[in-house]
T-cell receptor, first 116, second 109 residues
Framework: NAGVTQTPKFRVLKTGQSMTLLCAQD?????MYWYRQDPGMGLRLIHY???????AKGEVPDGYNVSRLKKQNFLLGLESAAPSQTSVYFC???????????????FGPGTRLTVT | GIQVEQSPPDLILQEGANSTLRCNFS?????LQWFHQNPWGQLINLFY???GTKQNGRLSATTVATERYSLLYISSSQTTDSGVYFC???????????FGPGTRLSVLP
């Protein structure tokens, strides 16, 4: 089992460029999440998905779009990157989110994005 | 929304010392997890502990849900314990976790 993987690991973008971050999990988890972590801060939820074909907004969704076309993949898109989106992006997945050990989240290694 | 606070924000220990990290939350939760983010940025699950006490080696955690706090104990600390410790809670009726700001732990040799 690879667990949760993220592609790419590092990326530098110029302001206005677009890119897509890919998250893949091989644990058959229903729930997937995208977080961002800024220096000295905790993680903030961008978007999440409770199953294939569904997405929902988290705490800081502006400037991002997501898609969950396949159960194992969750894509995060930046259509027009801004310096404020410089951050480390983490993907996570879990079986559920309704209470119980199956809610336990497993994290990918992160993607470090710099927007100049 | 639910608020999550962690204390202390920073902690410096000598190797071998014990420590207690605290997580307070402002409303009922049905899930609480502790994570360790190592100096390389990797996030590692430590405990799933919505209530009660659990132990795993030198680490243990206690959550008192009725009083809305959780404690993470680290005994006989090692330099490899360094990093940031986060608690994350799932609010009742919520579908996503809210993370605390973290406690940065530095264990000196």
């Amino acid at each position: 089992n690879a667990g949760v993987t993220q592609t790419p690991k590092f990326r530098v973008l110029k302001t206005g460029q677009s890119m897509t971050l890919l998250c893949a999990q091989d644990m058959n988890h229903e729930y997937m999440y995208w977080y961002r972590q800024d220096p000295g801060m905790g993680l903030r939820l961008i978007h999440y998905s409770v199953g294939e074909g569904t997405t929902a907004k988290g705490e800081v969704p502006d400037g991002y779009n997501v898609s969950r076309l396949k159960k194992q993949n969750f894509l995060l898109g930046l259509e027009s990157a801004a310096p404020s989106q410089t951050s480390v992006y983490f993907c996570a997945s879990s079986y559920s989110s309704r209470g119980g050990i199956r809610d336990q989240q497993y994290f990918g290694p992160g993607t470090r994005l710099t927007v100049t | 929304g639910i608020q999550v606070e962690q204390s202390p924000p920073d902690l410096i220990l000598q190797e071998g010392a014990n420590s207690t990290l605290r997580c307070n939350f402002s409303d009922s939760v049905n899930n609480l997890q502790w994570f360790h983010q190592n100096p390389w940025g990797q996030l590692i699950n430590l405990f799933y502990i919505p209530s009660g006490t659990k132990q795993n080696g030198r680490l243990s955690a206690t959550t008192v849900a009725t009083e809305r706090y959780s404690l993470l104990y680290i005994s006989s600390s090692q330099t490899t314990d360094s990093g940031v410790y986060f608690c994350a809670v799932l609010h009742n009726y919520g579908q996503n976790f809210v993370f605390g700001p973290g406690t940065r732990l530095s264990v000196l040799p």
